[in-house]
């Protein structure tokens, strides 16, 4: 029999090795997380999955499952937390949903509607960020970009390419491709790159197809992030190697 | 029992909200019944008087619209944001992030077809802010109602919910940020 922590008072069984938030999803427990995603290692930025462990916050992608823990995920206090949080991306970037091709099958937004975020709170920043639509088949919008570094691993990690990268820190902190000329289309991107899929919000997007399935009968117009999280749970982090240029780098 | 009495305007909006208002079709009747309204386009009265709900549609992008919005602050015990130009300054933000005098340049002279135009500087048109505001960057704001426009059963629920004396809340399918 293997071992157990407590979440929310429930007893949560784990394999040595997993994270909590592996664990409660394999487990059928949903904590609200952002830029974890089951198939990439995790990166424990946006703090969006952040628990109480033993009173103190830790982000539970990156908290290793260890027997007797004590963690606290849906209480008023974290919830409150993770609000702010998606609060606070809302009003960093130029999040406008009525134009938005990703609209209904967006995770951030879908946060949002399951966390019961009414309004960003903030004063948005309004920046000033040109799309990038040199690509004839890909467009850029780095207005959306949450810098979750979703597209980044998975083009180095499972693409083998590294055609994106965080450069920058802070407020300044944005997403750049890896050409020369700094645009899309003089990169080795492909359609067929698990970076382009992997995009959780609308920075990202396949040219020609956003409106292909009608707004109302998108992924989370059907039913809440909360439910669907624990359909793609638990699968295996994949064991890929990292690409050429990151060996290199090593 | 005494009817709500309840102001609603439209300020930097295209009246979106205020016809999703009216889409809530014949539950009008049994809304009518708790409440009646003060200033709003359905009344055509021009000045908010003392109210129990104000209903805010638009952000604020000219001097008039911080006018009437303290105005309705000032007479309106709760306050509600409604539809994503309130909530976020919406689609006349999207203006935010170029020069205002440049925008005025290229609509009014330097487009194709404005030949000899001018930027309209008549006294009685409200001078344009720098930047769109969502209204909770003007005055305190109570309740949000996000959407472009809600729902017309959104607004039917968050409406009967706060009247009621519940705490309003709209869960999955009736909150939507498009």
Redesign the interface.
């Given at each position: 029999m293997s071992e157990t922590f407590l979440l929310d008072g429930e007893d949560i069984p784990f394999e040595p090795g997993q994270t909590v938030m592996q664990a409660a999803l394999a487990a059928g427990h949903y904590i609200p997380h952002l830029c974890y995603h089951p198939e990439f290692k995790p990166h424990g930025s946006c703090k969006v999955c952040t628990v109480k462990i033993a009173g103190r916050y830790a982000t539970s992608c990156t908290a290793p499952a260890q027997a007797g823990l004590d963690v606290a995920s849906d209480t008023d206090e974290v919830n409150e937390l993770r609000r702010t949080l998606v609060q606070m991306l809302?009003a960093e970037g130029?999040?406008?949903?009525?134009?938005?091709e990703k609209?209904?099958n967006c995770v951030l937004?879908a946060l949002?509607?399951?966390l019961?975020v009414?309004?960003?709170?903030f004063?948005?920043l309004?920046?000033?960020?040109p799309v990038d639509a040199s690509h004839p088949d890909i467009l850029l919008d780095f207005n959306r970009c949450i810098l979750c570094e979703l597209c980044v691993r998975a083009s180095c990690e499972v693409d083998g390419k590294c055609v994106f990268a965080l450069a920058g820190r802070g407020i300044t902190k944005h997403l750049i491709v890896n050409a020369e000329s700094g645009r899309l289309a003089d990169t080795e991107v492909e359609l067929t790159d698990k970076a382009l899929a992997v995009c959780p919000v609308g920075a990202i997007l396949i040219k020609r197809q956003g409106f292909a399935v009608p707004?109302g009968e998108r992924r989370y117009?059907l039913?809440?992030i909360s439910a669907q999280a624990l359909a793609d749970a638990p699968r295996p982090p994949s064991g890929s190697q990292p690409c050429p240029s990151c060996e290199d780098e090593a | 029992m005494n009817k709500l009495r309840v102001a609603t305007t439209s300020l930097a909006g295209c009246f979106g909200c205020h016809t999703s208002l009216l889409d809530i079709d014949e539950r009008l009747f049994e809304l009518l019944k708790l409440i009646e309204f003060d200033r709003s386009p359905l009344t055509d009265i021009k000045h908010c008087g003392p109210c129990d709900i104000g209903i805010i549609e638009g952000g604020i992008c000219n001097a008039e619209n911080v006018a009437v919005l303290r105005e309705f602050r000032n007479n309106c015990k709760v306050l509600i944001a409604i539809g994503s130009c309130a909530v976020t300054g919406g689609l006349p933000a999207q203006r935010n992030h170029l020069d205002l005098g440049d925008c005025l340049s290229e609509v009014y002279l330097t487009e194709p077809g404005t030949m000899h135009g001018l930027i309209p500087n008549d006294p009685e048109l409200p001078l344009p802010l720098d930047k769109v505001h969502p209204i909770h960057e003007v005055v305190k704001v109570d309740y949000f109602i996000p959407g472009c426009p809600p729902s017309a059963d959104a607004i039917w629920k968050f409406l009967t919910d706060l009247i009621a004396g519940r705490t309003p809340s709209l869960g999955h399918g009736l909150i939507k940020y498009d």
């Open positions: 809302f130029n999040h406008f949903c009525p134009s938005c609209s209904g937004q949002g509607y399951d019961g009414m309004t960003a709170g004063r948005h309004f920046p000033d960020r707004i117009d039913s809440p | -």
